[in-house]
């Protein structure tokens, strides 16, 4: 089915600016509520979102087999139960209906009161995570990690070369943007040579990722191979990995992070689908030792998304710290959900898989604080001449993300949460 969705010649009736990070060409899918009505889903246009249950109640999705109850959800996955190819046809025809093309909704103004404005609207968690995965793919990341806490000359273990390394996180802890981080505690060692303490975490780290969300998977048993993961792949969303760095380096040997990692992970409310991301397909880096036969692929696997970190407070406004890119990564996700299913894991509609830490190869690429102060000996200034090694109390941490060709501008919103005091 082809992806008429993604013509750059369409123009929508809508009024949606230039530099609009949600132009016809996009339309990701989210949950909204407003203060007449629960949640349900929408889908953003410019500075609006269309309210799909209207849409559906009106019969425009009649003959796709949607139904207004797959719309009128807290979560979006019952839409995504429907598989990839109906979400592609649901995607084309919200296109032809916002489309200066056809008319048939733009006639009827009995009708638009399916169209919200964003400001009336109040964003909630889009979907319902039955598992999470966080992979650690970045190439950049895995070194400088390597380097500041192992042999420089041997940065990366011998195994990351040859499996997309992950660990299985917690799925409950997941939360939307806007939705405050409380400082976490548990055990840190701030002196090598002592025992560890009980104390609230001092080093405080967001991770620059972007997730991607999955419809149904196979049965358990069976495995989904690169040539077929992005069928399995709804969309993509903006990711903050948040992160204990003193409480990860005590505990994290030999089973990996636990506490450090498992007390939020902020995610983008929009989900913008895999299919309106096509156009931005790009080569994955080189990848030497050849990699074994499950994990090879062909094609442009990867993604040029641009991304970058700000840090806000009280006191300043918003400061980019970082600006990096998706293209960065060692791995890409057909890789990943090929490596996560090949011993027969099941995965379901709705997990949630992380990136991992996304650095590029120069300081101001660095997805993380841990890198772009380097282990606290390179602080960050601020607008207001303090300096950051990590994150404060009540600091937030923006996270933004897009692509960008022939005039058109795909993007991801943003992913803000405010680090609150440990309670």
Same mark, same amino acid.
């Given at each position: 089915m082809q992806i008429t969705a993604n013509n750059p010649?369409?123009?929508?009736?809508?009024?949606?600016?230039?530099?609009?990070?949600?132009?016809?060409?996009?339309?990701? &899918?989210?949950?909204?509520?407003?203060?007449?009505?629960g949640k349900r889903v929408g889908v953003? *246009?410019?500075?609006?979102?269309l309210d799909l249950s209207l849409m559906a109640s009106f019969g425009y999705f009649d003959d796709l087999h949607f139904t207004v109850a797959d719309f009128n959800q807290d979560f979006l996955n019952p839409m995504m139960r429907?598989?990839?190819?109906a979400i592609r046809a649901l995607r084309n025809r919200i296109s032809e209906l916002l489309s200066t093309d056809h008319t048939? &909704?733009?006639?009827?103004?009995?009708?638009?009161?399916?169209?919200?404005?964003?400001?009336?609207?109040?964003?909630?968690?889009?979907?319902?995570?039955?598992?999470?995965?966080?992979?650690?793919? @970045?190439?950049?990341?895995?070194?400088?990690?390597?380097?500041?806490?192992?042999?420089?000359?041997?940065?990366?273990?011998?195994n990351w070369l040859w499996i997309p390394v992950g660990y299985h996180g917690r799925a409950s802890s997941v *939360?939307?943007?806007?939705?405050?981080?409380?400082?976490?505690?548990?055990?840190?060692?701030?002196?090598?040579? /002592?025992?560890?303490?009980?104390?609230?975490?001092?080093?405080?780290?967001?991770?620059?990722?972007?997730?991607?969300?999955?419809?149904?998977?196979?049965?358990?048993?069976?495995?989904?191979?690169?040539?077929?993961?992005?069928? &399995?792949?709804?969309?993509?969303?903006?990711?903050?990995?948040?992160? /204990?760095?003193? *409480?990860?380096k005590w505990e994290?040997?030999?089973?990996?992070?636990?506490?450090?990692?498992?007390?939020?992970?902020?995610?983008?409310?929009?989900?913008?689908?895999?299919?309106?991301?096509?156009?931005?397909?790009?080569?994955?880096?080189?990848?030497?030792?050849?990699?074994? @036969?499950?994990?090879?692929?062909?094609?442009?696997?990867?993604?040029?998304?641009?991304?970058?970190? /700000?840090?806000?407070?009280p006191t300043f406004p918003a400061h980019i710290v970082s600006k990096s890119n998706f293209k960065y990564m060692y791995w890409n996700m057909s890789q990943q959900l090929a490596h996560h299913t090949v011993n027969g894991c099941n995965v379901r509609c709705g997990d949630l898989m992380g990136s991992g830490t996304i650095s590029g190869p120069t300081p101001d690429s660095y997805g993380s604080m841990l890198e772009i102060a380097w282990k606290g000996t390179k602080p960050v200034q601020m607008p207001d001449g303090t300096e950051r090694r990590?994150?404060?109390?009540?600091?937030?941490?923006?996270?933004r993300g897009y692509c960008e060709q022939n005039g058109i501008k795909i993007g991801f919103g943003e992913v803000k949460s405010q680090l609150l005091p440990a309670n």
């Open positions: 010649a369409l123009r929508s009736w809508i009024n949606v600016e230039a530099s609009s990070e949600f132009p016809i060409q996009n339309l990701p &899918f989210g949950i909204f509520e407003t203060a007449q009505s953003r *246009i410019g500075e609006h979102v429907h598989g990839k190819l048939s &909704f733009q006639n009827n103004p009995t009708q638009h009161h399916a169209l919200i404005s964003v400001q009336e609207v109040k964003m909630a968690m889009p979907v319902q995570i039955g598992d999470y995965t966080d992979f650690y793919s @970045s190439k950049e990341h895995a070194t400088n990690v390597g380097v500041m806490f192992r042999d420089p000359a041997n940065a990366l273990l011998p *939360i939307p943007s806007e939705q405050a981080v409380v400082r976490p505690k548990g055990q840190i060692k701030p002196d090598d040579n /002592a025992d560890p303490i009980f104390a609230a975490s001092r080093q405080i780290d967001f991770e620059l990722e972007m997730g991607f969300i999955t419809f149904e998977g196979k049965a358990l048993g069976h495995s989904i191979s690169t040539s077929e993961a992005e069928d &399995f792949i709804f969309g993509l969303c903006l990711f903050n990995d948040w992160s /204990a760095r003193d *409480i990860q994290y040997v030999p089973l990996g992070p636990f506490l450090a990692k498992n007390f939020a992970s902020s995610m983008s409310c929009w989900i913008v689908t895999l299919d309106a991301l096509q156009p931005f397909a790009c080569p994955t880096p080189a990848q030497d030792p050849s990699v074994l @036969s499950y994990l090879q692929f062909a094609g442009n696997k990867s993604y040029d998304i641009h991304l970058e970190v /700000a840090i806000e407070a990590f994150i404060q109390d009540h600091d937030t941490v923006i996270m």
